[in-house]
């Protein structure tokens, strides 16, 4: 398996407050991403990075932001959470020219709850 | 833009039998790539199958097979001699050729698969 690392697991917070999220990897891959996963809608694409400072907007990215300081981490920020942000986060991992093809490997999720 | 939709929320299975799930896309394009992820209870996301539009040749990997049809833009995926641990929310999902090497993913809204002894 792909050494991703996402923490926390779990998370419980109130609205109005800041989140950060981490994916800590270790497969010294390119391109992180970050996708959402709810009910009925499968997993939508929020940010990603194609390298180090080099982010950009997926399709569900109004009230997020990211950072990438250093190959192995992506953060994900909720300036100020709100309920509509509950959801499950997964990170993701892909470096076509390592061979890997197209596949992308995750993490193992978050849970975020805001209530 | 490109949209995968998957129209079965839920299906259910016998041990040892045949299952399809479905899966359309809507595109434009003409080379692209489509999946098959599989999210057990566990909540990890494993890549089941893979399939290159260009190639005509349907995908297969031991029990799981795909009917890839370009035409009609469907790509079902079977689920041959059916076992407990296929349990799980299947997705299907569709890459665009033109994101670089951006391996962006579009999926479905998943299909969860009960499989019964």
């Known amino acids: 398996d792909a050494g991703i690392t996402q923490s926390p697991r779990h998370k419980v917070t109130e609205t109005g407050t800041p989140v950060t999220l981490r994916c800590h990897q270790t497969?010294?891959?390119?391109?992180m991403y970050w996708y959402r996963q709810d009910p009925g809608h499968g997993l939508r694409l929020i940010h990603y990075?194609?390298?180090?400072?080099?982010?950009d907007k997926g399709e569900v990215s109004d009230g997020y932001s990211v950072s990438r300081s250093k190959t192995e981490d992506f953060l994900l920020t909720l300036e100020s959470a709100t309920s509509s942000q509950t959801s499950v986060y997964f990170c993701?991992?892909?470096?076509?020219?390592?061979?890997?093809?197209?596949?992308?490997?995750f993490g193992s999720g978050t849970q975020l709850s805001v209530l | 833009a490109q949209t995968v939709t998957q129209s079965q929320p839920e299906m259910s299975v016998q041990e040892a039998e045949t299952v399809t799930l479905s899966c359309t896309y809507d595109?434009?394009?003409?080379?692209?790539?489509l999946f098959w992820y599989k999210q057990p209870p566990s909540r990890q996301m494993i890549l089941v199958i893979r399939?290159?539009?260009?190639?005509?040749q349907n995908a297969t990997e031991n029990r799981f097979s795909v009917n890839f049809q370009k035409a009609a833009k469907s790509f079902s995926l079977k689920i041959s001699d059916s076992q407990l641990g296929d349990a799980a929310m299947y997705f299907c999902?569709?890459?665009?050729?033109?994101?670089?090497?951006?391996?962006?993913?579009?999926f479905g809204t998943g299909t969860l698969l009960a499989v019964q002894p």
């Open positions: 993701a991992i892909s470096d076509p020219t390592r061979g890997h093809g197209e596949k992308l490997f």
């Open positions: 497969e010294n891959h390119r391109y």
């Open positions: 990075s194609y390298g180090v400072k080099d982010t």
């Open positions: 595109t434009s394009e003409s080379d692209y790539y």
């Open positions: 399939q290159e539009a260009y190639k005509q």
């Open positions: 999902a569709y890459r665009s050729p033109y994101g670089g090497a951006t391996n962006k993913l579009i």
